[in-house]
């Protein structure tokens, strides 16, 4: 085995609690684009001239709902766990203690059965009204004759449960996300450019023994001292891992 997996292996055999702190390039390898690279969801959006920011932000979705419940979507194959996932939640039923925090909003670690998951961005899998915040199934929404989401009870607008721009992700959500960094002894950094404020701060709540990034490229992890940084993908990463130990 590389000694950069032996490396991986004996950290996470000897971490008691595990933080993996995910990011988009955790899920490209289940054919869900990132956000910057050539092929991300915002290089296309400014390749079409439009601007992510003021496109999916918050102000817009209320100011201007018929453009945003009707601009294309691209249609993709449901997404299925890649190896990443699916050794995460392989470790846990084992019995080791991993917490996933994750910026992604796919529930692909959920899907691969991990039961620990801090959702930072929030979720797709449910919307709720802007007006009232009843939940509903993206299969339940009804929809006015603009094509717009809304709340069968006030008529308010229903949107997806993510973090879009202008907003925060919920404090309550972050408060946890710091607990469970500052009690871990293994932080794993992975598929992440941490850019994103303000769950890029997390990481420094961090106290532990060791820090493992697993990234295509380096990342600024400012004064947090990185013990092994492994330059490739996420998932192939943890299939190389599980076959050198078999």
């Known amino acids: ?9 004996q950290y996470i055999d000897q971490a008691d609690i595990i933080t ?11 054919g869900i ?24 932000n918050r ?12 601009r294309p979507v691209e249609r993709r194959v449901q997404p299925k766990p890649n190896m990443a ?35 930072l961005h929030g979720n797709g899998r449910t919307w709720f009204c802007m ?15 603009q094509n717009v989401p809304r709340c069968y009870v006030d008529q308010g607008i229903v949107r997806p449960a993510v973090t879009y721009f202008g907003e925060n992700p919920k404090k309550h959500v972050i408060d946890k996300a710091k607990e469970v960094i500052e009690k871990s002894d293994l932080l794993i950094i992975a598929g992440t450019s941490l850019s994103v404020f303000p769950v890029k701060n997390l990481i420094h709540h961090f106290e532990g023994d060791r820090v493992i990034v697993i990234n295509k490229e380096k990342i600024d992890t400012g004064d947090l001292n990185v013990d092994l940084f492994i330059k490739d993908a996420v998932g192939e990463t943890f299939s190389k891992l599980v076959e050198g130990s078999n």
């Open 131 to 145: 007006e009232c915040e009843r939940e509903y199934l993206p299969e339940e929404v009804e929809r006015d004759e």
């Open 59 to 70: 102000r817009n979705i209320l100011n201007n709902p018929v453009a945003f419940f009707n």
């Open 85 to 119: 996932h699916k050794v995460l939640a392989d470790f846990e039923k084992s019995g080791k203690d991993i917490r996933v925090l994750t910026q992604n909003v796919d529930g692909l670690h959920q899907k691969a059965g991990h039961r620990y998951v801090l959702e």
């Open 1 to 9: 085995m590389d000694p950069e997996l032996i490396l991986l292996s």
């Open 20 to 30: 993996f702190f995910g990011g988009a390039g955790v899920s490209t390898e289940s």
């Open 33 to 56: 684009p990132d956000y910057r690279s050539r092929d991300g969801r915002y290089t296309k959006m400014e390749e079409a001239e439009e601007d992510p920011r003021k496109i999916l």
